[in-house]
Structure formats: structure tokens, C-alpha cells
């Protein structure tokens, strides 16, 4: 096992610089106030360099770093969201069969002149929210709410928009035994031939079945600072290499970035972000995020249904690269990232 690094300690300390220049920047303000100082000028030149410093720092950082701003304490969830895009928000409960998930959101609500149904995963901000909905990993009984309501959406010929923040689905023992990994699967199934748009967006956090099992959609935006991937990294190092301080090695492996994943054609657009990530003006981060789905909304109004459910199939069957009796199949990822693995070596 590898000793525990300054990084493991801290993972906000790409971020340390930042966060020292805007101190310095509040006791020059507390202090000019005080002592009615004549600073201004002074205090503009260390916000310019702070300006800088936020761009140089984050244009430069690890797929890790980038994974530890989708998971911000101060990023905003979907509550905040709801708050800033959808007017008119009426939330919805249960799955008619065991209970309510407080991890899953779903409602109806406006977007401007658009009515749509909301699903999405809600992770909760204080302690006592966070254990009450699971740290946004929802149940069973989630997915079989959301999908109920995407069915009534279909019904009324609503479109879908689904707001993805989960690091996966509950693992627990009786999220097993209701059946998760066999409930994601209907959803799947289910959001393939829906018969009304799909948009989906991942927040922050896009983990595993968790995410899928709501994420099968039509366009699918990303925050340029979210990550959506098979599994964690610190998952995936624990079980790769034993040993969850590689998890730094893991991010990168698994290309499970915003600008990656758009480049091999699993994601169609990434929204931006204000500079230092979405937590820094949460406003400007909303705006953002509204306008993408009154494009994406708009887009989609004009296409007949048929059209619609019909690509989004074909976009799904098409996403990966592989190998099949020496042949490459597919067209999504670049040829030198397939690689033949011996499964006899061991």
C-alpha cells in the first residue's frame, strides 16, 4: 500500500493557491472598510491576478482534480437548479409498489413555455439531508418511481429532462434483494422507446448503473466539470490495483471527463461552467445550463416522434469501438485506444 499523500489528505489542493488570494482579498476589503483605507486600486489589481490564477490553474488540471469539482461541497444539486430554470414545480412521489426514494426526484414543471416531467437524483446538502437520501444513490424503488413518471409523461406527451448526480445506485443488501440491477435494466429498456424527447445532463457525479438508469436519452449534455463513468475512480483502483491511492491513475484511465467523453461521441454537448466551477456563481451556472435545454427543447419540437425514438436506439447501438475477429467494429473511438487482451495470460 502506498503511504498517504498530501493530495489523499487534501484533495482540494490544486485548489489552495485560489483559495489564499481570495483571503487576502477579503482582509484587504474587511481592512479598507474599517479603516476607511484607500485601497481600491490595489485590491483591483489582486482581483486581476485572481482571474488569472483561476484560469491557469483550472485549464490545467487532472482528470482527479476535475472529479473533485463535481464533487464540491458547495457545487450546486438539483434543488438549486429547480430553483433558477423550472417554474411551477410539482413534485411527484412513490412507485406504487414500496415506498418513496428521497435520492430521486421527479415533478412536473415549466421551463419557459416548454412543459416538461423532471427526474433527476438529489444528493442533499446538510448531514441530515444527505443521509436521508442516501447521498443521492437511490434504490430500487427510485427507478421504478422515476420510470412510472416518465410513463405519464409519455402519456401526456410531456418531454423528459433528467438531471444526473449520483457517485451509483444504493449497494446495500436490500436494494439487492428488490431487485436494483434488475429494475436499472426496465429502465433502460423502458427510456429506449419512450415516445417523447429525452434530455439528459449530468450535474456532477455520473456513476455507473446509477446514472444510466436514468441517462438513456436523446441529447446528452455534461457541466464542463462533471465527470460520468462505468465506475469511480477509487472503485476502479481498489479493484485494478488494490489500492484506492491510485485512484488519480484511475481518472485518467478512464477518460471519464466532460471533453473526453465527448470526443468518443458518448456525450453531444458540454455546457460551460463559470471560471473555478459551477460552485463559485451557481447563477451563472444556471443560466447556462437553462439555455441549453431551451435550445435542445426547441430542437427536438420539430422532429416527429418516430424520428426521434428511432435515433436515439441507433445512438446507443452505436456508442464503442471493438474487435471482432480482427476486425474493428464501430466508429466511436479512435483506433489506437483498442487494444487485444489475452484472456488465457493471466
Known sequence: MRAVSKRQQDPYLFEKPVLELEEKIKELEALAKAKSLNIGGEIA???ERL????RETFERISPYDRVMVARHPNRPQIQD??????QEFV?????????DDKAMVTGFGRIDNHRVLIVGQRKGKSTKEKIANNFGSAHPEGYRKALLKMRMAEKFGLPIVSFIDTPGAYPGVGAEERGVAYTIAVNLLEMARLRVPVLCVVLGEGGSG???????GDRIGMLENAYYSVITPEGCAAILWRDAASAADAAKALRCTAKEL??????DDIIPEPLGGAHRNPEEAGRNLKSWMLRTLE????????????????RFRAIGTYLEGGRLIGTRLDPPDIQTVDVDAG
Not at 51 to 54: E, G, H, K, P, R
Not at 81 to 86: F, K
Not at 92 to 97: K, N, S
Not at 210 to 216: E, P, R, T
Request: net charge negative.
Open 262 to 267: 465527448k470526443t468518443l461521441g458518448v456525450i
Open 45 to 47: 489589481t489582486l482581483r
Open 91 to 99: 413534485e411527484l412521489h412513490g412507485d406504487r409498489a414500496f415506498g
Open 51 to 54: 482571474q488569472a490564477l483561476l
Open 210 to 216: 446509477g446514472a444510466l438508469g436514468i441517462g438513456v
Open 299 to 314: 430542437d427536438f419540437s420539430t422532429i416527429p416522434i418516430a424520428k426521434i425514438v428511432e435515433d436515439r436506439q441507433e
Open 81 to 86: 437548479y429547480l430553483e433558477m430554470i423550472v
